[in-house]
Structures are given as structure tokens and as C-alpha cells.
């Protein structure tokens, strides 16, 4: 069985960075899609963020590329998010979450799958 626990939310100022931390805790880190999504009370959840089992390639939705960089960790079972430039619109409850594939599965296979363990999730609150 899968737990995921994220940490490093925080309230900051726009334009401010932070880092989100995501704990895997299970067997086979290395053959798990990871992704950071986010969602806003009454709003769908969104995609963050995806990388691929080995942590070669990653994906990035519209709102957060060039601000944005996912990576992981494979020896510490940890997911990483850095967020830089960070602007009011990211408030959000960003979670982490997980889908177990095979070692070497592309960022292309991630993006089309849904993924079935999640974390708590960490509140972020980005102030202007």
C-alpha cells in the first residue's frame, strides 16, 4: 500500500519561491508515474506537474511552465515541485499523487493515465 505525505506549504508574497515536498512511502518508488496537481474550493483539480519513473522527462501544464520544475528522487522516495515566480493564481491545496507503472515508461504513458494514490495535500497562499 501507497502513502504519500506532502509538506512546504506556506502564505507568501507574489513573486516569492517555495518547495514542495512529497514522501512515498510503498515499494517500487522507481516504477511509479508521479505527479502535483491542484485544486481551489469549487474548482476542478488540475494538473501541476507530471514526471516520468526514472525521473528522465516531465511534463508541465500551460499555467505553471517556466515557472515550475518537478523532480525527483529515487534513492530518498521523494517528489519534488519548486516553484518560482509564484503568482496569486497558484493558491491553491496542491497534492501529490502517484500511479504505478514500470521503470521505464515515458512522460507520454503518464500523461495518459489516472493516477489512484494521493496524498493530503499542503495548502499554498500566494498574496499580491
Known amino acids: 500500500q501507497v502513502h504519500l505525505v506532502e509538506s512546504g506549504g506556506a502564505s507568501l508574497q507574489a513573486g516569492g519561491s517555495l518547495r514542495l515536498s512529497c514522501v512515498f512511502s510503498?515499494?517500487?518508488?522507481?516504477?511509479?508515474?508521479m505527479g502535483w496537481f491542484r485544486q481551489v474550493p469549487g474548482k476542478e483539480r488540475e494538473g501541476v506537474a507530471l514526471i516520468s519513473p526514472a525521473g528522465g522527462s516531465t511534463y508541465y501544464f500551460d499555467s505553471v511552465k517556466g515557472r515550475f520544475t518537478i523532480s525527483r528522487d529515487n534513492a530518498l522516495n521523494t517528489l519534488y515541485l519548486q516553484m518560482n515566480s509564484l503568482k496569486p493564481e497558484d493558491t491553491a491545496m496542491y497534492y501529490c499523487?502517484?500511479?504505478?507503472?514500470?521503470?521505464?515508461?515515458?512522460?507520454?504513458?503518464?500523461?495518459?493515465?489516472?493516477?489512484?494514490?494521493w496524498g493530503q495535500g499542503t495548502q499554498v497562499t500566494v498574496s499580491s
Open positions: 499523487a502517484a500511479e504505478r507503472k514500470a521503470p521505464n515508461l515515458s512522460i507520454g504513458s503518464c500523461r495518459s493515465i489516472e493516477y489512484s494514490d
Open positions: 510503498g515499494y517500487n518508488y522507481n516504477s511509479y508515474c
